[in-house]
């Protein structure tokens, strides 16, 4: 899913801001009673500040990517969402900015249901299914 928004650098920045203390709050779950929730967490925020050269879009542009990943007791998550400004673009069209993002996550019915599941194909298998995942995207 592809939308179109006004935002500038500063509001990229507030962005990563709000990013950093969720990445906080995951942290503290993590050490906290529900400690056995969240196996491992990981959030990072990554600037390509200006770059030049593109032939897709507008041939400068920055880019802000903040990602996010998890491991739980129920499955994992992957997600990640890129803000791009493009330089010297009209402003008044709005079509200055934009964001991507995507959304991964999945449900291990081993771990949900406390089961193990790993079988072999054969008696005599090189191949082993250690899980089944539910995913979506």
Not at 22 to 47: M, Q, R, V
Not at 101 to 128: D, N
Request: hydrophobic letters at 45%; glycine letters at 8%; one cysteine or more.
């Amino acid at each position: 899913m592809v939308a179109q928004v006004r935002c500038g650098l500063a509001a990229l920045s507030v962005a990563a801001f709000s990013l950093a203390a969720a990445a906080g709050t995951y942290a503290e779950a993590a050490e906290g009673p529900d400690a056995k929730f969240f196996l491992w967490t990981d959030t990072s925020a990554t600037l390509l500040p200006y770059g030049s050269g593109f032939e897709v879009d507008p041939s400068e542009q920055s880019t802000l990517t903040l990602e996010h990943a998890h491991a739980s007791s129920i499955g994992d998550l992957f997600m990640f969402v890129d803000f791009t400004h493009f330089h010297d673009q009209d402003a008044e069209t709005g079509n200055d900015s934009t964001w991507y993002g995507e959304i991964g996550p999945r449900l291990s019915l081993g771990k949900v249901f406390g089961a193990e599941l790993s079988r072999t194909l054969f008696r005599r298998s090189l191949f082993e299914i250690k899980d089944v995942l539910l995913a979506a995207q």
